[in-house]
């Protein structure tokens, strides 16, 4: 089992369902885009730390980042100098989030839980 779980709130059915995959230690960091009413772009990344012990969670304000299918390059230079958002460990409250992604009409929730 994985460390960092990622799930999405389901509207209809009212439950969290899995965003796709979870993170290990050894993955590249996990992104999603939230796009702001006022035209501003925000982009969280989450990451596993390399003992497993916990998982970060960061924002990115400003800073290039560029998508290509399912993979989102960030410069290393903006992903040290994001805000941290939180840690997240084993047994810790999941941190939510409300994201308007590239793709989504409307506001949806996600959830990530370091188990």
């Known amino acids: 089992m994985s460390p960092l779980r ?4 389901h509207p209809v059915s009212k439950t969290w369902v899995s965003a796709g995959r ?12 939230n796009n702001l009413a006022d035209g501003r772009r ?4 989450f990451y596993c730390s390399s003992d497993d012990r916990e998982s970060y ?3 990115i304000i400003n800073g290039l980042d560029m998508s290509f299918v399912d993979i989102r390059i960030i410069s290393q230079e903006v992903l040290e100098n994001a ?5 997240l460990t084993k047994g810790a409250k ?3 989030i409300s994201v308007k992604t590239d793709v989504s009409l409307q506001s949806r929730k996600i959830r990530l839980t370091h188990i």
């Open 57 to 59: 969670i960061k924002k």
């Open 22 to 33: 979870e993170l290990s230690p050894n993955d590249q960091p996990g992104t999603v885009s």
């Open 6 to 9: 990622i799930e999405a709130f």
């Open 94 to 96: 999941p941190l939510e």
């Open 42 to 45: 925000e982009i969280y990344v």
């Open 83 to 87: 805000e941290l958002i939180t840690i």
